[in-house]
């Protein structure tokens, strides 16, 4: 949007937070930018709401524009079919663009029409599946991508972990195999902090490791994703991309231990993955905890252990159900009840 000529009213590097820990320490900030963004909403030069995904602004925003008798867009609204389906209603009178085919018809249960902005990742089912995974893959070596966080907090909670994993990935190569690893991150402003963990490499086993930012143009992403002989990443839209992708994936994250504790009393999930989420079971492995020692072993044997044939039917299976809109059992029963 900004490539288009869109001027920021706030710089958006400063809000992305996961975690409860993570929000505390900018609460005011948050604040102050909800409230430069209210006021102008108000104002009346401004005729129009485009809201993208952030539920935690753009629900508060769409209310009060609505009640102003002024247009509303919200991409990717609330994810009711996994939580909370009665955020549904109070959208109501607003323009929607769901991203998959399951969620139009959550939010048509719900009584609230959605038009459908396809994935980009689906738009290139067919081409993707002439290929054998066997050609998508780069032959020369065996990369493993690494996909630490897209906010800078979650990151850098995770790249020790995810570092001790490349090096075990590095250390485990079989005899003549050329292993390697690529860091991918979500925007170029990631690439000095994270370049600093790197640098504290003292064996010097990271020093062909390079971060990229990963690419726009969704064929070139789908491209990249696809080429690896596995990746690891954390729970996120990513997963759901490098599935899509047939890429033998691991997911794991280190949380901090407020929101750990937190999500071990009151979320009532069995997966965090979209992956695992949309297919109803366990297709991709996931470690989530507080202990690295404890996490690193496992999530090494479990990359060891990925099957390609597996993640490529995980992208087929993938691809037929968002495209026929599936909702999972379990998701179905908490839409209905409300």
């Not at 994810?79 to 139009?104: D, P």
């Not at 992208?315 to 495209?323: A, F, M, V, Y």
Request: hydrophobic share 40%.
């Amino acid at each position: 949007m900004q490539n288009a000529g869109l001027v920021p009213i706030a710089d958006f590097e400063e809000l992305p937070v996961s975690g409860f820990l993570d929000v505390l320490p900018r609460t005011a900030r948050l604040r102050k930018v909800y409230g430069q963004l209210k006021n102008l909403l108000c104002s009346e030069e401004c005729k129009a709401l485009v809201a993208v995904d952030y539920p935690g602004f753009n629900m508060k925003l769409c209310r009060i524009a609505q009640k102003m008798g002024k247009p509303v867009l919200y991409v990717a609204p609330p994810q009711i079919w996994a939580w909370k389906s009665g955020r549904a209603k109070k959208l109501r009178g607003a323009n929607l663009a769901v991203l998959f085919e399951f969620e139009k018809s959550a939010y048509a249960k719900m009584g609230v029409d959605t038009g459908l902005l396809l994935h980009p990742f689906l738009l290139h089912e067919n081409l993707y599946h002439t290929l054998p995974y066997s050609e998508s893959r780069d032959k020369s070596s065996e990369t493993l991508l690494l996909f630490p966080g897209s906010r800078l907090s979650q990151a850098r909670r995770n790249m020790p972990l995810f570092l001790n994993v490349a090096r075990g990935w590095l250390q485990n190569k079989p005899e003549g195999e050329g292993r390697n690893v690529r860091l991918i991150v979500s925007r170029d402003t990631l690439i000095q902090p994270l370049e600093k963990y790197l640098e504290k490499d003292e064996d010097g086993a990271f020093a062909d490791v390079s971060i990229q930012v990963a690419p726009e143009d969704s064929e070139e992403r789908r491209m990249l994703y696809g080429s690896a002989a596995a990746a690891l990443a954390t729970p996120g839209t990513v997963t759901l991309e490098l599935a899509l992708s047939g890429t033998p994936l691991v997911v794991a994250t280190k949380p901090d231990w407020l929101t750990y504790v937190l999500g071990s009393l009151f979320v009532k999930t069995n997966a965090f993955a979209m992956p695992n989420l949309l297919m109803g079971q366990l297709m991709v492995p996931e470690f989530i905890g507080l202990c690295s020692k404890k996490m690193l072993p496992n999530i090494l044997k479990a990359l060891e252990s990925l099957d390609p044939a597996s993640s490529r039917q995980l992208s087929i299976d993938l691809t037929e159900r968002l495209g026929k809109g599936f909702i999972p059992d379990y998701f179905m029963d908490k839409l209905i009840s409300g």
